[in-house]
């Protein structure tokens, strides 16, 4: 799973707190599934570390940070790009 931060410039400071948030919570539930998948956050940086990095122990995270963009690192082609700003339902 990756996470891309590449909009990070846009939130304000209250919306980067609750997706550091979401991002430590998701984090201890894989963490803690029977089958913990890879963890990326891409294009790293910015108020997003300023955020994370105010939680001890990020960096035992079993989390990739990356401050790449995500088609950077990724073939793009074989991603599914998920988003609740899309006008596309996934149906399967």
Do not use: C
Not at 12 to 20: C, G, I, N, P, W
Not at 37 to 52: A, C, D, P, R, V
């Amino acid at each position: 799973m990756v996470i891309d931060a590449s909009f990070d410039e846009h939130h304000h400071e209250k919306e980067t707190k609750s997706f550091a948030s979401q991002i430590q919570m998701s984090s201890g539930q894989n963490r803690k599934s029977l089958k913990p998948f890879k963890f990326w956050i891409t294009s790293y940086g910015g108020q997003l570390e300023q955020q994370l990095n105010k939680h001890n122990g990020l960096h035992n995270w079993k989390i990739q940070l990356d401050s790449k963009h995500f088609t950077d690192i990724f073939e793009k082609e074989k991603l599914i790009y998920l988003s609740s700003e899309s006008s596309e339902v996934m149906t399967e």
